[in-house]
């Protein structure tokens, strides 16, 4: 399918401190057979596990900004095969972390499965190809809940994951097939709160959300590295220019988050489940943490986030729908959410998502995890990054 095939389909997208993580990272050189992105050499084919049919052939625009739906009727799938143009992946389960393959066309990028650490190829025209499968533990309600390509991906083919052991939490990193290397190691593990969110800033650096293990003191103690945001270089250790030279630390006090999205100024803004309502967070690094930027007393279980100048769209995994923030030119919240993606519109309960391009995210379904899956669930799909607009109502 031609670049305007696709776009048209898309679906409208502590100085001094002792810490107790630990540091490990051991030299691992891309495999010399590996190519620039973005191709992977998988590990081995679609099983059991996930896979199957990607998309059928598009056509169609969307009909609003954030919606699911292409204009016009689409069949409803026929086991793996989905015939909605704006699904690049299908037959997956419970995609809870994306890496987009940034200005990729056909848009590609990975996907993974919370539950087994499967990480897919997803690309879209194509069927899902196993590139590794990570150790994880499940049980917790967490797993693989981060992936985000290495600064230097093209040259190195590295990805980096955040998931969770029997043990710990931790940050590994892998080339396909290969066994993970630790990166960083020992983020506490509790029976609840494991979950986390990656991505990678303007300057390189790693933005790695973890939870509190389900203990909030973690999150206010300065030693621990449990419900903290954390922005580290590719080894594991601080990166440069963080508030605090010596910890990775630059902000505290999270519960469950489940996204990490950049905005217009750089500035992070974190999506958090807790124990009472759900939570997005700007962040301001080396400060309290201070309010929230926007609460959800109902929970609709917030989970991946996308920001333009103005707008702010958050993927809910519990409601299934987008939540459309509008945002002033400071990067203030301006109104309430308008919901779209929700119901026929959508593709129901949403996990991950991240910016492919500036017009498009790459986000993952969690219809697996208590939602009402078919045939072709779960599955990776496009959304349309909203222009700015009348979006929301004012308080």
Excluded at 79 to 99: E, L, Q, S
Excluded at 299 to 321: E, F, I, Q, R, Y
Excluded at 337 to 354: Q, V, W, Y
Aim: proline letters at 10%.
């Amino acid at each position: 399918m031609s670049r305007s095939g696709w776009r048209l389909a898309a679906c409208c997208v502590a100085a001094g401190l002792a810490l107790s993580g630990c540091v490990s990272f051991a030299e691992q050189p891309p495999p010399a057979s590996w190519t620039s992105q973005p191709q992977l050499e998988p590990e081995s084919g679609p099983n059991s596990g996930g896979g199957g049919t990607g998309s059928g052939n598009g056509g169609g625009g969307s009909d609003q900004g954030g919606s699911g739906r292409p204009q016009g009727d689409i069949p409803p799938p026929q086991g793996c095969k989905d015939f909605n143009p704006a699904v690049v992946g299908t037959c997956m389960d419970t995609i809870d972390a994306v890496a987009p393959f940034a200005g990729s066309d056909p848009p590609a990028g990975l996907a993974g499965e919370r539950k087994s650490g499967i990480v897919w190829q997803v690309k879209h025209g194509a069927d899902p190809v196993k590139v590794t499968q990570l150790p994880v533990d499940a049980s917790t309600g967490a797993g693989l809940t981060g992936l985000a390509l290495s600064p230097s991906y093209a040259e190195d083919q590295l990805v980096y994951a955040y998931i969770t052991t029997p043990t710990d939490n931790r940050l590994v990193r892998f080339t396909a097939g290969d066994t993970p290397k630790p990166v960083l190691t020992g983020i506490p593990r509790g029976t609840s709160g494991n979950r986390g969110a990656l991505t990678r800033d303007r300057g390189g650096a790693l933005l790695l959300a973890t939870g509190d293990a389900g203990n909030p003191a973690l999150a206010a103690d300065p030693k621990s590295l449990a419900g903290k945001l954390l922005r580290i270089d590719v080894t594991g250790k601080p990166a440069k220019d963080n508030p605090d030279p010596s910890s990775p630390v630059i902000a505290a006090g999270f519960s469950t988050p489940a996204g990490v999205c950049l905005g217009i100024d750089g500035r992070p803004w974190v999506t958090d489940r807790t124990p009472t309502r759900d939570v997005i967070y700007r962040v301001a690094p080396g400060k309290p943490l201070g309010n929230p930027a926007w609460t959800w007393p109902d929970k609709p279980g917030v989970a991946g986030c996308v920001l333009v100048s103005s707008l702010l769209m958050v993927a809910t995994s519990t409601a299934g729908n987008l939540q459309n923030l509008p945002l002033n030119p400071e990067g203030v919240i301006t109104a309430k959410p308008t919901i779209t993606m929700e119901n026929k519109d959508g593709f129901g309960r949403l996990g991950a998502m991240a910016v492919l391009n500036p017009n498009y995210a790459l986000a993952g379904t969690v219809n697996k995890d208590g939602g009402k899956p078919v045939s072709s669930d779960d599955r990776a799909v496009l959304i349309t990054i909203v222009p700015s607009g009348s979006l929301g109502t004012k308080d």
